[in-house]
């Protein structure tokens, strides 16, 4: 199997844009946005620190999947390419400020989807009461995390389904 790179593009405003710790962006470069601040801040909310939503700066991380048309691209492209797209999708967007951005690839992240590739399987097995969940199992998204989570919620429902009759 071919690797498949992944390019993040972390992003820092001075003021929340999204209304939901993560959101995808379908038919974009960048297909998800995760709300790095706001997934740490619900992690604190039982602390007295935890600064609330409309005080803080937004920290999101853009991801790339696939990457391949993307990550010999300069920081600055992709920069802008990930402040053009959210400010595209996320009307909070448009009027906050860009304080800071960095980019991180990863020329290896994980394995290709591309149709000369092995298929990925589904949940089911040809095993009676085996069923399978990660990132290889095809949800319909990448190869990643999100995709190995979704899978393990979808094989875990066969396994209550089956249980319960």
Do not use: Y
């Amino acid at each position: 199997m071919r690797p498949s790179p992944i390019v993040t593009v972390n992003v820092w405003f001075d003021r929340p844009v999204l209304e939901t710790p993560f959101v995808g962006l379908p038919g974009r470069v960048m297909q998800w946005v995760f709300d790095k601040g706001a997934i740490w801040h619900a992690a604190a909310a039982a602390g007295a620190d935890a600064a609330s939503p409309s005080s803080r700066a937004a920290h999101l991380s853009l991801v790339s999947s696939g990457a391949d048309a993307v990550v010999r691209a300069s920081n600055d492209e992709l920069i802008a390419i990930a402040v053009d797209e959210l400010r595209q999708a996320l009307p909070r967007a448009r009027e906050a400020r860009l304080l800071r951005a960095t980019v991180v690839r990863e020329p290896q992240a994980t394995f290709s989807l591309a149709l000369d590739q092995p298929p990925r399987p589904g949940i089911a097995t040809a095993v009676d009461g085996l069923w399978i969940a990660g990132d290889w199992v095809d949800t319909g998204l990448p190869a990643t995390i999100e995709s190995a989570v979704l899978s393990g919620h979808r094989a875990a429902a066969a396994v209550c389904d089956r249980l319960s009759g």
